[in-house]
């Protein structure tokens, strides 16, 4: 068998295991206490992230990122028990306050209770928890607006689906 170096760490190429250590260690599946890949073991919990993107705008009105959307099917993520919006943002100039939420695109409405903001330079990490998603498969946007058309930049965003 072939051995591959991912972080000094030797795995066989073409396992299972090769393919979730490989994805652990670039960033995009999070090792929960007592889970693999954010799937518990236990079957109480389960957490997957959903990344959106990034982005930047200098608009007084809500206007999208681009490239910072996501299509999200909640009927794939089995009973949901709760779901976050989580965004960074950051304002270069510190002058002005920055809002950030999530828009459904597809029932053409903003995700209720997502709207964060901040002023200051940042970066801020802002979470918004008691958000909810619509039945069936939609089209999530990430849009923010500033107060003073000055550069303002979402430096990550990211939806946390935690299911039981």
């Keep these: 068998m072939k051995k591959i ?6 795995l066989t190429v073409g396992s299972i295991t090769t393919l979730l250590l490989i994805g652990l260690s670039i960033g995009y599946m ?42 999200i099917d909640s009927t794939k ?7 976050v919006f989580d965004a960074t943002l950051r304002v270069p100039t510190g ?16 995700v209720w209770n997502s709207e964060m903001s901040m ?6 990490i802002l979470s918004a928890s008691k958000i909810s998603l619509d039945a069936g498969n939609n089209l999530y946007q990430v849009q923010m607006k500033n107060q003073l058309n000055f550069p303002s930049f979402l430096d990550s965003s990211r939806i946390r689906i935690t299911g039981e």
């Design 77 to 83: 993520y089995g009973k949901i028990s709760s779901v």
């Design 119 to 124: 002023e200051g330079i940042g970066p801020n």
């Design 30 to 71: 999070k090792n929960i206490s007592g889970s693999v890949l954010g799937v518990s073991t236990s079957t109480k919990s389960r957490e997957s992230h959903v990344f959106l993107g990034i982005g930047s705008t200098t608009s007084g009105d809500w206007t999208d990122i681009p490239g910072a959307h996501a299509y």
């Design 5 to 10: 170096s991912i972080n000094q760490n030797y």
């Design 95 to 110: 002058n002005q306050k920055v809002w950030v939420r999530l828009f459904n695109t597809t029932g053409k409405h903003p």
